[in-house]
């Protein structure tokens, strides 16, 4: 191995380990106790070298958002495959899996969706780790959209209504004994069989 690559084996490493000290802090504290300072601190480098990975805390958001539009998108694919009784169930399944993983990852949700990553949504620039998450939501929704209506349109509505679900939730605005109607109504209205 040539001292280059290791040397960019090293910043990969070093890399990762910011964006999951940044990940586990956000989670722990919320993201205003993510700094350089506490992230230089808490993996024992200098500030100086986090921001040769990153010019700031808006680059680690946005790598934080990456890192979970790909591991949302991997849940909603397992999801969906797991729900093998039908486009309905499959539906439904998808519909928790999204709602599971904002809940048990409130920090990295708000990366993806609430703060301000650099990143674009809905772009030729669009990053690929997002396109993907929007595409394991549309390859089971997609087909759901009726005639004359655009795959991507119906997709959009119905992670719209899911993010509306997810962040109300979260914030005390709807009951919780009523999650799992919500999701039986959001399939049985919008994804009519």
């Known amino acids: 191995m040539s001292v280059q690559e290791r040397k960019a084996r090293e910043r990969a490493v070093r890399e990762r380990l910011i964006v999951a000290t940044a990940r586990e802090l956000a989670e722990q504290q919320g993201w205003d106790a993510v700094t ?3 992230l230089a601190e808490r993996i024992e480098y200098s500030q100086p070298v986090l921001y040769s990975h990153f010019r700031g805390k808006r680059e680690i958001i946005g790598a934080v ?6 591991e949302m998108a991997a849940a909603l694919r397992a999801a969906a495959r797991s729900a ?3 486009p309905r ?5 998808l519909a928790r899996a999204y709602l599971d993983f904002a809940e048990r ?3 990295v949700y708000d990366a993806m969706f609430q703060l301000d990553g650099g990143l674009a ?4 620039d669009t990053p690929e780790p997002l396109k993907d998450a929007f595409a394991a939501l ?10 004359g209506v655009d795959p991507g ?3 959009e509505v119905f992670w719209a209504c899911l993010h509306g679900i997810a962040t109300l939730t979260r914030a005390g605005r709807l009951p919780p004994e009523c999650a799992e109607q919500r999701v039986e109504l959001l399939v049985d209205r919008l994804a009519v069989l």
């Not at 390859?139 to 005639?147: K, N, P, Q, T, V």
């Open 36 to 38: 350089t300072r506490r």
């Open 65 to 70: 958002a990456l890192e979970g539009a790909a």
């Open 84 to 86: 093998a009784d039908g």
């Open 89 to 93: 169930e499959r539906v439904a399944a």
């Open 105 to 107: 990852n409130p920090a």
């Open 121 to 124: 949504f809905a772009d030729e």
């Open 138 to 147: 549309m390859e089971s929704l997609g087909e759901l959209a009726g005639d």
């Open 153 to 155: 349109l119906f997709t």
